[in-house]
């Protein structure tokens, strides 16, 4: 366990770039074919890192900046993934959530349960923390493994359900994208995106980060779009207009890099997962199975990007509307973009919908991490991740998937847990519904726009 915890302390930079290159190797792709995909993947890594401590060390500051402004009662900070998952590997669970988790997707893949074989070790994190928080409401080791063994079936569901998104949409085809927070929130998109498809008029309309750049020419290029919007929050916050201007500036380029930085997980990802396709194909014929990887490779499509900046402040609006929360969105602003990849794919990169369907995902989000607070915090406590005062966090803390658990052993929240599992539950009947009819992505003309690599394995 010592070393399963050294390797999962280097964090995902390197510690995928191991499995890749130790994939590789198994995948008969040789030493300097593998070593180069581990490594331009971990440099890929690192530059989404720095792209998202562009965000949380400035836009983030600026966040509680404007909430302290304005006054707005929001005195729990939200910690963030970054914050979040130290909790969840530093807790009992986390000693053996890893092996859990793989033990459940082969059983599920030799039943023929699921087509995804997961190779995102580091996410197991999502699975992790559920664990923790259900063990530590109910003071119950073998709950919290129940949390987690049902948390990953889960998801692995909803990453065979996710497939034809991930390959028409996002253009990355025998891949799917099983994660914690990237794939809860697409039931609600889902049902979202039929109920506006029987609404006339609506239907109709379309907007895209393309279709604005083409209508409004320069001014709509997403470095425009990121500067404006750092504009509008530096103003917000009260900064100094030279502050004002820098922030503007990086956010403009959070808007240029997070794209390009992603085409270098992707440049050494492809030639891999294709290897591996290739092998599944030979070895399970006719079964179709996918290759589980981190949802950073959604992050690159540009309407995902236009969302992310937009729901920065959309969510701080969110949080102020919720009645009695406490909940200071701050530590996850800058990996917003997990929480809507999916809706941007779903919606077929029409950016209307997105916000629509968006603003009901953080809304709950929110409200679940506002009312997990106390257990959030004595997790904090319990592993020494926090001294005092209060926690929250929206990656994982704000997941229906954890509440709904949590309030099944602990009955301590009966309305909430009424309202958003009978919501959760209706949503995900529908999504399967949808799966089977195909309608989740049907074949119809594509709004937004897919990568390159769609011609990859084709």
Do not use: C
């Amino acid at each position: 366990m010592n070393i399963l915890q050294y390797i999962l302390d280097l964090g995902p930079a390197v510690m995928l770039p191991l499995v890749i290159l130790i994939l590789g190797l198994l995948l008969r792709q040789g030493l300097g074919k593998s070593l180069r995909a581990g490594i331009t993947i971990g440099v890929g890594f690192v530059g989404i890192g720095l792209v998202i401590s562009l965000l949380t060390e400035n836009l983030g500051p600026a966040a509680k900046d404007m909430a302290e402004r304005f006054n707005l009662g929001l005195s729990v900070v939200d910690v963030g993934w970054p914050g979040a998952s130290p909790m969840a590997w530093a807790s009992e669970i986390g000693t053996v959530a890893i092996p859990i988790a793989i033990l459940v997707n082969v059983i599920m893949l030799a039943f023929k349960m699921t087509k995804v074989v997961n190779v995102d070790i580091w996410n197991i994190w999502h699975m992790t923390f559920t664990g923790a928080i259900v063990s530590t409401a109910t003071d119950s080791f073998w709950l919290g493994i129940v949390g987690v063994i049902i948390h990953s079936i889960f998801v692995y569901k909803l990453g065979d359900w996710l497939v034809p998104v991930v390959d028409k949409y996002f253009g990355l085809p025998g891949i799917a994208v099983p994660h914690g927070s990237g794939t809860w929130t697409a039931p609600f998109a889902v049902v979202i995106d039929a109920i506006l498809e029987k609404i006339p008029g609506i239907r109709k309309i379309s907007i895209t980060s393309t279709k604005i750049e083409e209508k409004l020419g320069i001014i709509g290029e997403p470095a425009i779009i990121g500067s404006v919007l750092g504009l509008v929050i530096g103003f917000l916050a009260g900064y100094p207009f030279s502050h004002t201007l820098q922030l503007a500036i990086q956010m403009a380029a959070v808007m240029l890099l997070m794209p390009t930085v992603v085409k270098f997980i992707m440049e050494g990802l492809m030639p891999i997962a294709e290897a591996a396709r290739e092998m599944l194909d030979k070895r399970f014929q006719g079964q179709n199975l996918y290759i589980g990887l981190d949802p950073a490779l959604l992050l690159g499509n540009s309407q995902v990007v236009a969302a992310s900046l937009l729901f920065v402040p959309l969510t701080l609006v969110i949080a102020i509307l919720i009645p009695g929360n406490q909940v200071l969105p701050f530590g996850d602003l800058a990996t917003i973009g997990f929480f809507v990849s999916y809706a941007v794919g779903i919606h077929r990169g029409n950016l209307f919908r997105v916000i629509i369907s968006g603003s009901v995902i953080m809304f709950i989000t929110i409200w679940i991490s506002n009312m997990m607070v106390g257990v959030h915090t004595k997790l904090g406590l319990a592993t020494g991740a926090i001294k005092s005062g209060q926690v929250a966090s929206l990656d994982q803390g704000g997941s229906p998937i954890t509440f709904i658990l949590t309030e099944l052993f602990t009955l301590k929240n009966l309305v909430p847990l009424l309202v958003i599992g009978i919501a959760y539950l209706f949503s995900i009947v529908f999504m399967y519904i949808q799966y089977k009819r195909n309608k989740i992505y049907s074949d119809d003309e594509v709004e937004g726009e897919v990568y390159e690599s769609t011609s990859i394995g084709r």
